[in-house]
């Protein structure tokens, strides 16, 4: 099986079915009906719809079957001796050979055409001819062994087959194991690449498992106990209300950090604040839906529980078997004494039944357990009185009447009681079914708010049942209902505030929940009274007076209890107030605040820990005792409070930020014994101001003569942004005092204005010296400045060639000083002279001609840097030009003149026209100096090659062979030489547009060209002689061979060796002449 998905479905299905592995019944399955059930199985893998049911559920289930089996069995050789005497009475066992082939005949017929046959796995090809096997053929017949024999016997075996169901589900489908798939994705299912690897994936694309019973009861276990315990109240209602339960938690624990560690708040800025809002209202979206699903669930539950006591009832008035209603006759006495106890059975039963449900109570204690509890009794009595008006039962009745038997009496005063307390359950179910709703938005509501609202509703409905209904229009039964939704208001509450943990959520969480819970208890009692009024108005209706101790005494506590929750989270909420990161910052003692803030929290562990419940009315006098603890605890943090700001603001590190605290107290809700102490500190405040004017004058004094001066700000606007950042220091903090006008008009108030006047007038007189100063120098030097030009040429030892000056923009820096300080000034909102302020304005211009002079200059420079002396001489009159134009930038243009853009538009030009014929000029010198290098690298003797046999060649062959190459050689460089002339012509062309090739101009060009000619063949010639001696010398191979002749008692050569030298000299002399 290649596919691994088919391979995971198989090893689920045997797994969950508890099928061997090794059995083939998956395979069996998908070769069934010629293979269409694999296709059904890939099209479920492969084109699965997410809108087609159909396609997206497989469910197998497995039959077993016994199977009858013909084979071979193996025998003894007494057994087989045994069968052979009941065939033929004369068998001969001692006849070996015949025996063997006999059996080998009659017992193994299939040994030849199976291999399986023999259990020692030899074929047919390893025996002989007479049966036995090969290796044995020489074996004695004593060593030989006794044929193996063999029985066809029938085997039983258990076959497993595979089923699926689809369109169609067999009726016994319920009393099966059966494996389901359901496709949780649509599309194809990607295979996998391992076993391993499906394991992991498969499960990402389907829900699987196994239906062991009747589905109406797995169905119901299986929402009621897993997908119900997922949606219940206790899990998820306070999601809305405590979305972030850790924040007030870690609050506390950063308030009790070391001294080093700092909290940081920082303020939610609008968008944050419109994300929350979208949050928390899309959350309380999918609480609703949450909550009325979970209504849904509920409902189908309970009609799943009605199906299911309908199709399995207690009680079944049934007639015993082969009971014949037509028998009963007053004559039959037998039969009408049978049919009496038939009907007393009945009786009983009723009876019996009857009493176990009027024996039952609601499971629960909320409204909806009383609902639940009338359903069951009407579904229950339903049931049963339906069955009293069977035909059977009636005929059984009648027969007996007419027999004037008792029985029917006694059975229809019983039917009678039934169908009363039927009736009343019939018509209960109908009324409270219109408060159900209403119930279960009491039971289940999403916040106390959603209840709130729900109580007026529901308070009118109940109106309405105590109305029209026939049976809760009493006292002793609808007490007892309004009692259960007050228990559900209160075990609501309960639920939701746990002192335990309350006080882990931020104050502000606190006071919401609480007072929603409170408002809700509270609406629940003015509901009620509201209501009564309007009866009693009416004059109609019975009034109610019902118990109101029953209704709301509990309901009241919990008020009362949800309302010192609140003062506590106030409280709290204004210790948090007071001591926030500011008051840390001013005062500089984070220690001392945080140790009250850890009293604060331990003070809270008494309400955590208290030893009692506060919401149960039997622990009210012990829930006094503990406020009364809190209460004493908290005035005496409060004195704690009062003594530690009182000693801080003595030594304040800031006074604006003091008196900014002590403005934000005034608006927060903060305890009004810490306020009262916090308006006392403004003196304090004010003195610390003073401080604060005073160390700011004596640090104006003392650098006041040397100011110091951020980087990259010039001098004079440099001391004046020094001086106006000294007095913002002091201003910002005298304009917050001033909003406090009653603070300023007291003795100290006025002696610190007065001060602070005078250290700004002097600050104020520093600021105007030093522009007045700088106004002055700048008046008298700037003209200068600005008639300077905005080139200059450099002095002569920065100079190399008269015909190439080297240029510099000539732009002093005081300029730049005097238009950076203008800029800063006017932004100080001085006024400034018409011509400076000009030159403020002109900073950017004077900026981008500086830029594009420097760009200019870039490319002269490069460019005359580039030419060799006989290129400038050949250039010389194109070099005066650009030099001509260049010294206007030197002589006639200042930087106040308006023909700045012409000027370098036109240097721009001749630069680049004279860039383009210098370029040109250095592409032809690339050309001739490769044609010379070609002459200098040339091979003047150039070895001929050995002859065809591999010898050398002799000597006066080698000799002419290098003649020869050597005159191909010098045509090939006449010919290149020869092309030098037209390229040398064509820059005359270029330069100077003639084509003469005699131009005087070029006389320095044309011998600079000579001079590298001559070069190129001394080097020719004398690295060729320089290659042809090293060769001689250190050579390690002949060059040619000679005829050497054997002239007793000498050896004579030919050519000897006076001709050879004479060949060399000849050579050598040959090469120079090229």
């Given at each position: ?349 009723i009876r019996e039944a009857l009493e176990r449900e009027l024996k039952k109570t609601p499971q629960t204690t909320g409204p909806l357990g009383e609902i639940d509890w009338w359903r069951e009794r009407n579904i229950s009595l339903s049931s049963l009185f339906e069955q009293t008006k069977q035909e059977h039962v009636e005929q059984v009745l009648e027969k007996l009447e007419l027999a004037e038997n008792a029985a029917p009496s006694s059975f229809r005063d019983t ?417 400034l002279p018409e011509n400076i302020r000009h030159l403020a304005l002109s900073e950017e211009k004077m900026k981008l001609l500086s830029t594009q002079l420097k760009i200019v200059l870039k490319n002269y420079h490069r460019l005359v840097e580039s030419l060799e002396p006989h290129e400038q001489s050949l250039l010389e009159e194109n070099l005066r030009h650009l030099k001509r134009h260049m010294q206007t930038g030197t002589q006639r243009l200042p930087w106040t ?178």
């Amino acid at each position: 099986m290649d596919d691994l998905r088919f391979r995971w479905l198989k090893d689920s299905i045997y797994t969950i079915l508890n099928i061997n592995e090794v059995d083939p019944a998956f395979e069996d399955f998908l070769e069934g009906e010629d293979g269409a059930h694999e296709l059904m199985i890939a099209k479920f893998l492969n084109q699965a719809d997410s809108n087609v049911d159909d396609e997206n559920a497989l469910l197998f289930y497995k039959e077993v079957f016994e199977e009858l089996r013909e084979e071979q069995v193996e025998i003894t050789e007494e057994e087989w001796i045994e069968e052979q005497l009941a065939i033929n009475p004369d068998f001969d066992p001692n006849e070996e050979g015949t025996a063997t082939n006999i059996g080998s005949d009659e017992q193994q017929p299939s040994t030849v055409n199976d291999a399986a046959a023999a259990p020692n796995g030899t074929s047919d090809a390893e025996q002989t001819g007479d049966g036995t096997n090969g290796e044995d053929g020489n074996k004695t017949p004593e060593e030989k062994q006794k044929p193996k024999r063999f029985r066809n016997e029938l085997v039983k075996y258990l076959r497993t087959l595979l089923y699926t169901c689809r369109d169609f589900y067999p009726s016994n489908l319920s009393k099966k194991n059966c494996v389901y798939f359901l496709r949780t994705t649509s599309g194809t299912v990607h295979t996998p690449s391992s076993m391993e690897d499906a394991d992991k994936t498969m499960v990402k694309y389907f829900d699987y498992g196994l239906l062991n019973g009747h589905t109406l009861h797995l169905l119901a276990n299986t929402l009621n106990k897993v997908y119900n315990p997922l949606l219940t109240y206790q899990n998820d209602v306070e999601e809305p209300d405590a979305s972030e339960p850790q924040r007030a938690s870690s609050s506390k624990s950063g308030n009790k950090k070391d001294d080093s560690q700092t909290e940081k708040k920082p303020e939610e800025t609008e968008e944050e604040k419109r994300n929350e809002k979208r949050r928390q209202h899309e959350l309380e979206l999918r609480v609703i839906l949450r909550d009325e699903f979970l209504i849904q669930l509920q409902k189908f539950l309970n009609q799943i529980g009605l199906t299911l006591r309908q199709l399995e009832g207690e009680v079944r008035l049934e007639l015993p078997p082969q009971f014949d209603v037509t028998k009963l006759v007053r004559s039959n006495k037998d039969a009408i004494e049978h049919a009496e106890s038939v009907v007393y059975k009945w009786n009983g039963e009723i009876r019996e039944a009857l009493e176990r449900e009027l024996k039952k109570t609601p499971q629960t204690t909320g409204p909806l357990g009383e609902i639940d509890w009338w359903r069951e009794r009407n579904i229950s009595l339903s049931s049963l009185f339906e069955q009293t008006k069977q035909e059977h039962v009636e005929q059984v009745l009648e027969k007996l009447e007419l027999a004037e038997n008792a029985a029917p009496s006694s059975f229809r005063d019983t039917r009678t009681d039934l169908s009363k307390y039927y009736l009343e359950a019939k018509d209960n179910v109908k009324f409270l079914s219109t408060l159900e709703r209403h119930f279960k938005n009491v039971t289940h509501g999403a916040t106390f708010r959603v209840v709130t609202e729900t109580i007026p509703k529901m308070m009118s409905a109940l109106r309405m049942v105590w109305i029209i209904s026939r049976h809760y229009n009493r006292d002793e039964r609808m007490v007892p209902l309004m009692e259960r939704i007050a228990n559900q208001l209160c075990d609501r509450v309960a639920r939701s505030i746990n002192v335990r943990t309350l006080f882990s959520y931020q104050p502000s969480e606190i006071i919401e929940k609480c007072t929603e819970a409170k408002d809700m208890l509270e609406r629940w009692k003015q509901a009620y009274y509201d209501v009564r009024a309007e009866i009693e108005q009416s004059g109609r209706d019975s009034r109610w007076e019902f118990d109101n101790k029953r209704l709301f005494r509990l309901t009241d506590h919990m008020a009362i209890i949800c309302n010192d929750f609140i003062a506590i989270a106030k409280e709290l909420e204004q210790f948090y107030n007071i001591f926030t990161p500011e008051l840390k910052s001013v005062t500089g003692k984070p220690h001392k605040i945080n140790e009250i803030l850890d009293r604060v929290h331990k003070v809270l562990e008494l309400i955590e820990h208290a030893p009692c419940d506060p919401f149960r009315i039997e622990d009210l006098d012990k829930w006094k005792m503990v406020s009364a603890n809190y209460g004493q605890q908290i005035e005496e943090i409060d004195e704690q409070t009062k003594s530690f700001i009182s000693e801080s603001f003595k030594s304040l590190r800031s006074a604006e930020s003091a008196f900014d605290m002590l403005l934000k107290f005034e608006k927060n809700n903060t305890r009004m014994t810490i306020q009262d102490e916090m308006h006392k500190r403004f003196n304090d405040i004010l003195r610390q101001y003073d401080n604060e004017v005073t160390e700011i004058n004596s640090i104006f004094q003392h650098s006041k003569t040397n100011p110091p001066v951020n980087k990259n700000q010039p001098p004079f606007s440099g001391a004046i942004a020094w001086s106006r950042s000294l007095f913002r220091r002091i201003k910002h903090t005298m304009l917050r005092l001033h909003t406090k006008e009653a603070l300023m008009q007291t003795e100290l108030g006025k002696q610190i204005k007065s001060y602070y006047l005078r250290v700004a007038r002097e600050m104020k007189a520093f600021e105007d010296g030093k522009f007045n100063e700088w106004k002055l120098r700048t008046e008298q030097i700037l003209p200068t400045l600005q008639k300077r030009n905005v080139l200059r040429e450099l002095p002569f030892g920065e100079n190399d060639n008269p015909h190439t000056p080297r240029y510099a923009i000539d732009f002093d820096p005081l300029l730049n000083e005097m238009m950076t300080e203008a800029r800063y000034l006017e932004q100080f909102d001085y006024l400034l002279p018409e011509n400076i302020r000009h030159l403020a304005l002109s900073e950017e211009k004077m900026k981008l001609l500086s830029t594009q002079l420097k760009i200019v200059l870039k490319n002269y420079h490069r460019l005359v840097e580039s030419l060799e002396p006989h290129e400038q001489s050949l250039l010389e009159e194109n070099l005066r030009h650009l030099k001509r134009h260049m010294q206007t930038g030197t002589q006639r243009l200042p930087w106040t003149s308006t023909n700045h853009e012409k000027f370098i538009t036109v240097i721009s030009e001749l630069i680049s026209k004279l860039d383009s014929t210098i370029n040109q000029i250095k592409k032809n010198s690339q050309d001739i100096h490769v044609f010379l290098d070609e002459i200098r690298q040339c091979n003047l003797f150039r070895e001929p090659p050995p002859n065809v046999d591999g010898s050398l060649v002799h000597c006066k062959e080698y000799f002419e062979s290098v003649e020869n190459r050597r005159r191909q050689d010098a045509i090939e460089l006449q010919k290149k030489y020869k092309l030098i002339g037209p390229l040398i012509a064509k820059v005359e062309g270029l330069v100077f547009n003639t084509n003469t090739s005699q131009s005087p101009k070029m006389k320095v060009y044309y011998a600079y060209w000579e001079r590298q000619i001559l070069s190129a063949l001394s080097d020719l010639v004398m690295e060729n002689l320089k290659s042809l001696r090293d060769t001689l010398e250190h050579g390690s191979k002949p060059l040619f061979q000679v005829d050497a002749l054997l002239v007793v008692p000498n050896v004579a050569m030919q050519p000897n060796q006076n001709e050879i030298m004479k060949l060399f000299g000849q050579s050598m002399r040959d090469c120079v002449e090229v």
